[in-house]
């Protein structure tokens, strides 16, 4: 069931609905009859079937949860207006746009949540000036653990899986967990050509994506992170309750995410050569461990 989000009014004369939002929101269950005579002393001359009518399509929007005769707001719909109105503070709150930053040399940004960094960063990766900037070079990313890609709407997902279509990478991750090697899979099948490494030690406290010539370093604090790697050490496959459960934890937690973003080509060009020869090091070795295990078995 799709959850309706319906905006609470705070000024004016309110609607039925959002005067049993209001009176469920202080009184947690009500039978329909005590809800009529609420909205009746909140003055509103309604009649009991239309209270009811308005109950059940309620209830019906997701919006609110029947338990035997009484009536309670639904979680679920709380944490949609929640997750809306995070959306919208994201939107409005941020000083730097994400076309501006793609015109910059320099800049450094601040997130309340991850979900508000991963919504700019699909903002910033599907503009065609980014494309622009990426041309064919390779994309590097030295990852604590694999960025989740099934976050956000139908939109935001067809959206990061138009920009891995023309994306050709190296992913370092120094995790190697089953949910980085199952996020791994998926990047390498939407990706035009993505090569990952598990259990790899980088010298580096944060984790860094470098595309085209930006330079994006993303400060996760630590709190976040041992959320993150809880996580991934606890859930076993894409659907396990453990997963989707903590990771809400993680995407909607405040914290204070900062983001440097340089446009340095010569740093670019250095880290890109230095991947490349990683990557072809660690393919070597993996292919010689391969024909070890084929010959002792």
Known sequence: MALTVNIPQTEGRKSVRNAIIDILSVE??????KIYNRVRINGHHVSYQAVHKTL????EAGVLIRQGKEYTISLSWVETINQFANKMKSVYSQTITAMEVLFKDHSNLTFNTVMEMYRYFLEFLSSERCRQVMGEDISLGYLNHMWFS???TEDEQQQFREFMKKATGILFIRGNTSIDNLLAAYYTEVGKDVK???GVETK???DRIVIGNFIIDVYIPEDIEK????TYSSANVLSDARLSSLYETILYKQAEINVMISLNSKLAAKLRRQAIEKSGQLSRKNQKLLEISASSS
């Open 196 to 198: 990952v490494y598990f």
């Open 227 to 230: 959320v993150f790697d809880l």
């Open 204 to 206: 580096l406290d944060f």
């Open 150 to 152: 099934f976050i956000g």
């Open 28 to 33: 947690r269950s009500l039978t329909a009859k």
């Open 56 to 59: 059940k399509e309620m209830t």
